[in-house]
Nanobody, 116 residues
Framework: QVQLVESGGGLVQAGGSLRLSCAASGRTFSLYTMGWFRQTPGKEREFVARIQWIGGSTNYADSVKGRFTISRDNAKNTVYLQMNSLRPEDTAVYYC?????????WGQGTQVTVSS
């Protein structure tokens, strides 16, 4: 089992920045990828960014490329999402996900609100 806890959400003005953190605990040695997703009311959860635990290869949604950066600190079992040039449309609950074989683990989510 893997437990994920997100932090770092909040309220920010358009153009501002936030950094989200996702701390993993439990059987973290077998995690393959970690990712961030987001969801707004009435919409499906959407992919934001992904990073491989080993090697650090990354992928981003087109909507955040050039503005968001995902990174990880293997020693701290933590993944980060640096969000710059935030827009009102980035407002959502952001979730961290860990992939372990065929299993997916989710955090509880953290609210990000961008005011115009």
């Amino acid at each position: 089992q893997v437990q994920l806890v997100e932090s770092g959400g909040g309220l920010v003005q358009a153009g501002g920045s936030l950094r989200l953190s996702c701390a993993a605990s439990g059987r973290t040695f077998s995690l393959y990828t970690m990712g961030w997703f987001r969801q707004t009311p009435g919409k499906e959860r959407e992919f934001v960014a992904r990073i491989q635990w080993i090697g650090g290869s990354t992928n981003y949604a087109d909507s955040v490329k050039g503005r968001f950066t995902i990174s990880r600190d293997n020693a701290k079992n933590t993944v980060y999402l640096q969000m710059n040039s935030l827009r009102p449309e980035d407002t959502a609950v952001y979730y961290c996900r860990g992939d372990q074989g065929s299993n997916n683990y989710w955090g509880q989510g953290t609210q990000v609100t961008v005011s115009s």
